[in-house]
């Protein structure tokens, strides 16, 4: 029996589920081991993977991201960055910007790359028992599939910023940016 399009668009809806929650929220459970909340996790991994060199971001760029995630206000982000930067946890700096007074930059201390690194080792177990049982073919190919996904999706998103940049430029001039920059980076090691 051949597929339309349809019922392949309805497979992959069904498939949001167990991806999104079920194998996302234990992702992120396994990076966070009790020490951070979804939100901390979202953020470190913000600076890994839109920060400059993986270790510094704009505030004000994971303001408009968390915002848009989590459905979170600004006072929230405060808190959670603010706990990040003080013991016991001290894994991030919060420093003027240099190019703008007004603008705060959040830095990894060296603690927070220590931690990060452990994030990211935590994240390989964690789909290191997935991966054993798909075959190398399975798992390059998942692995590619996921990132033309991404890709797909990013270029749709752009269209969509773009499109409406064009109608009212002013509505768009806080729509997010990719968080996808390292999808053509190996995942498994």
Same mark, same amino acid.
């Given at each position: 029996?051949?597929? &339309? ?13 167990? $991806? ?11 990076? +966070? ?5 979804? #939100? @901390? *996790? ?5 600076? +890994?993977?839109?920060?400059? #060199?993986?270790?510094?971001? +704009? ?12 459905? $979170? ?5 405060? #808190? ?9 946890? =001290?894994?991030?700096? $919060? ?5 703008? /007074?007004?603008?705060?930059?959040? *830095?990894? &201390? %060296?603690? /927070? ?9 935590? /994240? ?5 028992? $997935?991966? &054993? ?6 798992? =390059? ?6 990132? %033309? ?16 940049? %064009?109608? =009212?430029? *002013?509505? &768009?001039?806080? %729509? +997010? @940016?990719?968080?996808?920059?390292? *999808? ?6």
């Amino acid at each position: 029996m051949k597929h &339309t399009a349809d019922d392949t668009a309805a497979a992959f809806l069904e498939l949001f589920y167990p $991806i999104h929650y079920r194998l996302g929220m234990a992702l992120e459970d396994a990076l +966070r081991i009790g020490a951070l909340s979804r #939100k @901390q *996790v979202a953020i470190l991994w913000l600076i +890994r993977c839109e920060g400059e #060199k993986g270790r510094s971001i +704009r505030r004000k760029d994971v303001q408009r991201l968390l915002t848009e995630w989590f459905e $979170i206000s600004s006072p929230s982000v405060s #808190k959670a960055l603010r706990s990040m930067s003080k013991p016991p946890l =001290d894994l991030i700096r $919060i420093l003027e910007d240099p190019r703008s /007074g007004r603008e705060k930059r959040l *830095v990894l &201390t %060296n603690k /927070g790359e220590q931690f990060l690194a452990a994030m990211a080792e935590r /994240g390989r177990a964690f789909f290191a028992p $997935i991966i &054993t049982e798909l075959s190398a073919k399975e798992a =390059d190919e998942g692995l590619r599939f996921l990132q %033309n996904v991404t890709a797909i999706l990013e270029r749709s998103l752009q269209r969509s910023r773009l499109a409406a940049a %064009n109608r =009212d430029p *002013v509505a &768009t001039s806080g %729509n +997010r @940016q990719s968080a996808f920059k390292r *999808v053509e980076a190996p995942v498994f090691k």
